[in-house]
């Protein structure tokens, strides 16, 4: 069973920045599409931003031009770069990832992170 593990949230104050990390537990497969989404409690789950296989970004208005998603093949890791993070920011974040499997390019979709707290107060 791979699995896909999420780090970096924290508290921080407004104006601060945070990085999230989202990595499979396996080496034999690679990330190909990244999606990351946030849900604060009681609320719908919101879709943040959008990484495709050949690597075109789509955020959501809420946080254009202060997230940044990226991947690096090396780490086969992905990040969720949020800077001038505000209040409204405060959520839990999910990555989920689309990972091929090197050996015989066998996709698995969607594999969810566990998630990871992000705190933005005063």
């Known amino acids: 069973q791979v699995q896909v593990v999420e780090s970096g949230g924290g508290s921080v104050q407004p104006g601060q920045s945070l990085r999230l990390a989202c990595a499979t537990s396996?080496?034999?497969?690679?990330?190909?599409?990244t999606v990351w989404h946030r849900q604060v409690a009681g609320k719908l789950r919101e879709e943040v931003a959008t990484?495709?296989?050949?690597?075109?970004?789509h955020y959501a208005d809420s946080v254009n031009g202060r997230f940044t998603v990226s991947r690096d093949g090396a780490k086969n890791t992905v990040y969720l770069e949020m800077n001038n993070l505000q209040p409204e920011d405060t959520a839990v974040y999910y990555c989920?990832?689309?990972?091929?499997?090197?050996?015989?390019?066998?996709?698995?979709?969607?594999?969810w992170g566990q998630g990871t707290q992000v705190t933005v107060s005063s």
């Open positions: 989920g990832v689309d990972i091929v499997r090197t050996i015989d390019n066998l996709r698995l979709r969607t594999r």
């Open positions: 396996s080496t034999s497969f690679s990330i190909v599409h």
């Open positions: 990484m495709t296989d050949g690597g075109i970004k």
